[in-house]
């Protein structure tokens, strides 16, 4: 708001042309420092019309369209100020962040790297492009901005929220080019278990590990995550044991394991820039590894800050990926107090309140949100789906089929719109969705459901086909399971 007042432009020459437009001029802008945006808009539309082509005059109505929440209209504003004034900066900055709030970080990227062009020290151009290429999965280049402004800003929270959020994003890049080059390696064995020991699923966490340890029994770090295993889950005795084991490991040579040796030092970013130099299974565990400590230190700093938004959008993440989806409801109900203007935090929130079966409470934080983005797919999506999961299937249908229509590479709409069709009792409209998401069918329900659907509408053929592969996948997952269960059991050392 008050980078929306410092923005506003002052027309001195509209007194020469008429008292009136200069009244109508200093009332539009006491509107908009009330925050009567939408009582702002025709203020501001009348001037624009009594004197056309005036920047200044069309800047501020875009202003007050974006402050309203009417993006689409802004953005035409915008451009028209850059079409009279092409290095007009604030046009710039205001036109990123209307895409921005649209979901459309590309179409932001070029705009607020002009702003950098023409002010180098426009910080807040900076942290606006640095998030938008992290949307965009432009992560190294995300990070470049991110790391000059904790130089710049090392007391704004923004920056190492921004920071944590990229190293992790780069992290997920290494792990995935490791299971491209190495899968099933012990490297990539022991992140994967890393990655079930944070999320508390210690058996399974406990079974990589020892399968990490068959394939490469000299890592470090291994039997040490081992025995936080067996602390946690009641065998002090056995963790003791392990402890043992790990500090039995002979150090690494430092002349021929450098990524080991700089990692262990605590020198993250040299063993980055070392293993990007030297791509393969080794380099891409210890770049992996890397990452998530430079996020470590990124979320470190941004916990010893005074509390922020982005310091319980951290937690609320770190809840979500636990599947402890009050907590992080509560995070996310805790940044909102502090930036109760966020869509991203309002999303978030109503996707942990839906998720914990607070339907009700997640739709109107989706409907104001879909007023503001009708035709986002994915909020199209939540909002029918949370419409569904409060059976009322025929109000959700809308919703569910213009996402699909949006995007319709967006399977959990299909899934969710054939149910609608189900539960009202079409379902041939059902089968085409029901076909379409099969990919996501993880226990054969959606192959259940496509049997019937092919039974109730005439076709039992395609219905016998169908339930004949509904059940070989509940047989797979029955011997899945009793193999997991013998592979999940916590054994001594």
Known sequence: MKLVLAFLIAIPALVGQSVD???????????MAAGKFEEAVPAYRDLVRAVPSNPGLIMNLGMALHMAGHEQEAIREFRTVLRLQPEHVPARLFLA???????????????????????????????????????????????????????????????????????????????????KAAAESGYWLALAADTRLKERQYSSAFYLYRQALSKIPSMHGVHAALAEIYRSTGHENWAATE?????????????????????????????????????GAESYYWQTRAYNQLALEAFTRLGELPASAELHELKASIYM?????????QEWQEALKLEPRDPEIQRQLAVALDLNGEHEAAQPLLQHLLSRQPNSAELNYLFGDTLLNQQQAEPAIPYLKKAIERDPALLGAHRALALAYLQIARPQQAVPHLKAALPIDSDGSLHYQLARAYQTSGQPQLAQQTLRAYQDIRKSLGEENREAEQEAQITPP
Request: aromatic content about 6%.
């Open 243 to 279: 402890e043992e084991r790990e500090g039995q490991l002979s150090q690494p040579d430092c002349g021929v394991q450098r990524l080991e040796c700089n990692f262990r030092a605590g020198r993250y970013s040299e063993v980055v820039s070392a293993a990007g130099a030297e791509p």
């Open 97 to 179: 962040e209307a895409h921005l709030r649209l979901g459309e970080p590309s179409k932001a990227v070029e705009p607020l790297e002009k702003v950098i062009e023409l002010q180098p020290d426009n910080r807040q151009a900076r942290e606006m492009l640095a998030n938008a290429l992290l949307a965009l999965g432009r992560s190294e280049q995300a990070s470049k901005q991110f790391r000059k402004l904790s130089g710049l800003e090392p007391e704004n929270p923004k920056v190492w929220y921004g920071l944590g959020r990229t190293y992790e994003a780069l992290s997920r890049h290494a792990f995935a080019q490791l299971q």
């Open 21 to 31: 437009l200069a009244t109508k001029s200093e009332r539009a802008k006491e509107l």
């Open 321 to 329: 990926g636990q599947k402890r989806y009050q907590e992080s409801a």
